[in-house]
């Protein structure tokens, strides 16, 4: 019976490595993982001059702490490089609020969208369009 449990006690530590190589996290790569969402969307919120509140409102299921976390170590690094924030436009503040993927450029309706046929221009020079325009 002891030799059981002393070969089990040896068997059993290379078979829980094993664990990460078949893709099961253990509790302290999860928590690892949700910290380093959570600085990362505080950071982003903060470069996009997004307040902390609105980063907590837009990110209800990142961890409170971590975005803070984020938030703060960007607004030093911001101020130590004197970078300003980069806000969002208003069509792309739109398209995140929607919950789209689509970049704001490639939304219908947007002044920025391709155009097609006529509107585009095709079979017209850029000389002519600028001439045919009064400034």
Same mark, same amino acid.
């Not at 006690?9 to 302290?28: H, N």
């Not at 971590?66 to 911001?78: K, L, S």
């Not at 490089?81 to 398209?95: F, G, I, Q, W």
């Given at each position: 019976?002891?030799?059981?449990?002393?070969?089990?006690?040896?068997?059993?530590?290379?078979?829980?490595? !094993?664990?990460?190589?078949? /893709?099961? +996290?253990?509790?302290?790569?999860?928590?690892?993982?949700?910290?380093?969402? !959570?600085?990362a969307i505080g950071?982003?919120?903060?470069?996009?001059?997004?307040?902390?509140?609105?980063?907590?409102?837009?990110?209800?299921?990142?961890?409170?702490?971590?975005?803070?976390?984020?938030?703060r170590e960007m607004?030093?690094?911001?101020?130590?490089?004197?970078?300003?924030?980069?806000?969002?436009?208003?069509?792309?503040?739109?398209?995140?609020? +929607?919950?789209?993927?689509?970049?704001?450029?490639?939304?219908p309706g947007t002044?920025?969208?391709?155009?097609? /046929?006529?509107?585009? !221009?095709?079979?017209?020079?850029?000389?002519?369009?600028?001439?045919?325009?009064?400034?």
């Amino acid at each position: 019976m002891r030799r059981l449990i002393a070969l089990a006690l040896v068997a059993l530590p290379p078979l829980m490595a !094993g664990c990460d190589l078949l /893709g099961i +996290e253990g509790a302290s790569a999860v928590a690892a993982r949700r910290e380093a969402e !959570g600085k990362a969307i505080g950071g982003a919120c903060r470069h996009a001059a997004r307040s902390i509140e609105q980063c907590y409102a837009a990110n209800r299921k990142a961890d409170k702490a971590a975005v803070f976390a984020g938030w703060r170590e960007m607004n030093d690094y911001m101020r130590e490089n004197k970078m300003e924030p980069m806000p969002a436009t208003d069509a792309t503040a739109a398209a995140e609020a +929607e919950g789209e993927g689509e970049a704001a450029g490639n939304k219908p309706g947007t002044k920025d969208s391709p155009r097609s /046929g006529a509107e585009s !221009g095709r079979g017209s020079t850029p000389a002519r369009t600028a001439a045919a325009k009064p400034h």
